[in-house]
């Protein structure tokens, strides 16, 4: 993949170009880096041609969280709720530019993320109808009252295909919020496809961090 670099409101973003024109575009927050590993897994992979726009240096538990949770250890900070905020300045300009970039129109537009981007990519599915698809892999789906926010609110768009993972042994721990990290996916999982909509649903051996790369690119791949 070519890729260009550039900078809005100090987010970092790093666009791989498809080989061809008019191919989806998927967006994927990340926590640092500029996408590279996650490109490399996506190598190994069957997947088809598409745009993918990594965006880095984001204010992370700032930018990727809807509203504000404590600290959930005394070393780590608060979560702040700046996901709207966020989320207009990807809809605003980010997403502006990157289309002016890349060769023809984005035949579909996805979001992806880990963890906190993978909360975020949820979130914005009942914030706005700018995404067909959405992969959420060991997504923060612990965070407070996110499930019941999404059992009582609608989606502004309904999308064609929803990813969720989790690793085996992510809900394995004393923390009482992290600890219901399976049980509040697993129940969104159900609820999505009560509502008829497309969703692959997997577990993957390992706590939180293992494999990220591999685990965002299978989300990835299995949204396009």
Same mark, same amino acid.
């Given at each position: 993949?070519?890729?260009?670099?550039?900078?809005?409101?100090?987010?970092?973003?790093?666009?791989?170009?498809?080989?061809?024109?008019?191919?989806?575009?998927?967006?994927?927050?990340?926590?640092?880096?500029?996408?590279?590993? %996650?490109?490399?897994?996506?190598?190994? +992979?069957?997947? #088809? *041609? &598409?745009?993918?726009? /990594?965006?880095?240096?984001?204010?992370?538990?700032?930018?990727?969280?809807?509203?504000?949770?404590?600290?959930?250890?005394?070393?780590?900070?608060?979560?702040?709720?700046?996901?709207?905020?966020?989320?207009?300045?990807?809809?605003?300009?980010?997403?502006?530019?990157?289309?002016?970039?890349?060769?023809?129109?984005?035949?579909?537009?996805?979001?992806?993320?880990?963890?906190?981007?993978?909360?975020?990519?949820?979130?914005?599915?009942?914030?706005?109808?700018?995404?067909?698809? %959405?992969?959420?892999?060991?997504?923060? +789906?612990?965070? #407070? *009252? &996110?499930?019941?926010? /999404?059992?009582?609110?609608?989606?502004?768009?309904?999308?064609?295909?929803?990813?969720?993972?989790?690793?085996?042994?992510?809900?394995?721990?004393?923390?009482?919020?992290?600890?219901?990290?399976?049980?509040?996916?697993?129940?969104?999982?159900?609820?999505?496809?009560?509502?008829?909509?497309?969703?692959?649903?997997?577990?993957?051996?390992?706590?939180?961090?293992?494999?990220?790369?591999?685990?965002?690119?299978?989300?990835?791949?299995?949204?396009?």
């Amino acid at each position: 993949m070519n890729t260009e670099k550039f900078t809005i409101k100090n987010r970092s973003a790093t666009l791989y170009h498809a080989e061809a024109a008019d191919r989806p575009l998927i967006v994927l927050n990340i926590y640092s880096g500029d996408g590279s590993s %996650v490109v490399d897994a996506l190598r190994t +992979l069957d997947c #088809p *041609d &598409f745009n993918l726009l /990594c965006i880095g240096d984001l204010k992370w538990d700032h930018d990727m969280s809807p509203w504000y949770c404590p600290p959930l250890a005394e070393s780590e900070p608060p979560c702040t709720g700046g996901a709207d905020e966020y989320l207009k300045l990807l809809l605003s300009e980010i997403l502006p530019k990157t289309k002016d970039m890349i060769n023809g129109d984005p035949s579909l537009m996805g979001i992806a993320g880990y963890s906190l981007a993978g909360l975020f990519a949820l979130y914005s599915l009942y914030q706005c109808d700018a995404f067909e698809r %959405v992969a959420s892999m060991s997504g923060s +789906l612990w965070f #407070p *009252d &996110f499930k019941e926010y /999404c059992l009582e609110h609608e989606m502004k768009r309904r999308p064609d295909k929803i990813y969720l993972s989790l690793g085996d042994r992510e809900a394995r721990t004393r923390n009482r919020l992290l600890k219901t990290v399976q049980d509040n996916t697993e129940s969104i999982v159900k609820h999505y496809r009560e509502l008829g909509l497309d969703v692959t649903w997997e577990l993957n051996p390992g706590n939180h961090f293992k494999d990220a790369a591999l685990r965002s690119a299978k989300g990835i791949a299995a949204i396009l």
